[in-house]
């Protein structure tokens, strides 16, 4: 597509479920990001993949969140028995990277997935 | 880790003033982007300004990455221009991982 996309774009859970949010990047894009914007975080990096892999998951907060991309494009992020702390809306960002037309590494961000723990 | 300072924190202008927002980081980066977060909580692309100076109409910016800083100018402001101004550096230490925000600048013009 022409930009990056997210689904759900809210998502209303109760403590304790799990939560599925799904990232499309920009078509091409290599390199693939989560970050997650909350009132008192500010907006925190999550986990950075390339193609397939993880290089960098420092970012995620506890071990029930995890990510996954698939065929170099689509990623899924879940978060397991949600939190009222996890409450914040979560962006996608993705990149070119040395394949794709220059600057490569200029970040295009998705309109977010709003999630609210009750 | 690299740190990112956005100042001021808060503006309030009248429709037409010029203004200039400031981010200064504490380590070389490989990356400095500028983004607008409109209403809809959507980040808009300003600029990709690791170093030197660009134009795009009544947006201008520079980074000075010797220094440590980069400038974010606002000609002739419009109430559209209101929502929040961030800058996002890449450590070069951590090159094609992380951006790292800063805390913002809030803009509200006013009419």
């Known amino acids: 597509g022409a930009g990056v996309s997210q689904s759900p774009s809210n998502k209303v859970t109760e403590k304790g479920k799990d939560v599925e949010l799904r990232c499309d990047p920009i078509s091409g894009h290599t390199a693939l990001y989560w970050y997650r914007q909350s009132l008192g975080q500010g907006l925190e990096f999550l986990i950075y993949?390339?193609?397939?892999?993880?290089?960098?998951k420092s970012g995620l907060p506890s071990d029930r969140f995890s990510a996954e991309r698939t065929g170099g494009s689509v990623s899924t992020l879940t978060i397991q028995r949600t939190q009222q702390e996890d409450s914040a809306v979560y962006l996608c960002?993705?990149?070119?990277?040395?394949?794709?037309?220059?600057?490569?590494?200029?970040?295009?961000f998705g309109p977010g997935t709003r999630l609210t723990v009750l | 880790g690299i740190q990112v300072e956005q100042s001021p924190p808060d503006l309030i202008l009248q429709e037409g003033a010029n203004s200039t927002l400031r981010c200064n980081f504490s380590?070389?980066?490989?990356?400095l982007q500028w983004f607008h977060q409109n209403p809809w909580g959507q980040l808009i692309n300003l600029f990709y300004?690791?170093?030197g100076t660009k134009q795009n109409g009544r947006l201008s910016a520079t980074t000075v990455a010797t220094e440590r800083y980069s400038l974010l100018y606002i000609s002739s402001s419009q109430t559209t221009d209101s929502g929040v101004y961030f800058c996002?550096?890449?450590?070069?230490?951590?090159?094609?991982?992380?951006?790292?925000f800063g805390e913002g600048t809030q803009l509200t013009v006013n009419p």
């Open positions: 380590d070389s980066v490989n990356n």
């Open positions: 300004i690791p170093s």
């Open positions: 996002a550096v890449e450590s070069l230490a951590t090159s094609g991982s992380r951006l790292t």
């Open positions: 960002a993705s990149r070119a990277g040395t394949s794709g037309a220059p600057p490569y590494n200029e970040q295009f």
């Open positions: 993949f390339q193609g397939n892999s993880a290089p960098d």
